[in-house]
């Protein structure tokens, strides 16, 4: 025989089934739901919010700069060297030995 709702709404009390027990519907497992319980909780971001920000700002700095560290590494030193090289050749050119040497040649 099934409990009638009646007997439902009163609790874990009502049998039903292979163990004799009402365990309630979603929300209320296990008999009537509980009143005048509170909880509080603090957040961990309320209780220290910059706890091991200076560890984790060096070594997530780290971690991200090796890894692009190869994407822009290559083409900065190659910059830098064609433009040492061009600043080295300009002066030479514009010197009194380069003048003596190449005259009025490289004017284009």
Excluded at 34 to 60: E, M, W
Excluded at 79 to 100: F, T
Aim: glycine share 14%; net charge positive; charged share 20%.
């Amino acid at each position: 025989m099934r409990p009638s709702p009646i007997l439902r709404a009163g609790g874990g009390d009502a049998p039903l089934g292979k163990f004799n027990k009402y365990l309630g519907g979603w929300g209320n497992l296990g008999g009537l739901p509980q009143k005048g319980i509170l909880t509080y909780g603090v957040s961990p971001n309320r209780q220290n919010p910059f706890a091991g920000a200076a560890h984790d700002a060096v070594f997530n700095t780290w971690r991200r700069f090796s890894a692009q560290v190869f994407y822009w590494a290559p083409a900065a030193v190659a910059g830098y060297y064609i433009m040492n090289w061009a600043i080295e050749r300009n002066h030479y050119l514009n010197s009194k030995q380069g003048r003596l040497e190449f005259g009025g040649e490289e004017e284009e």
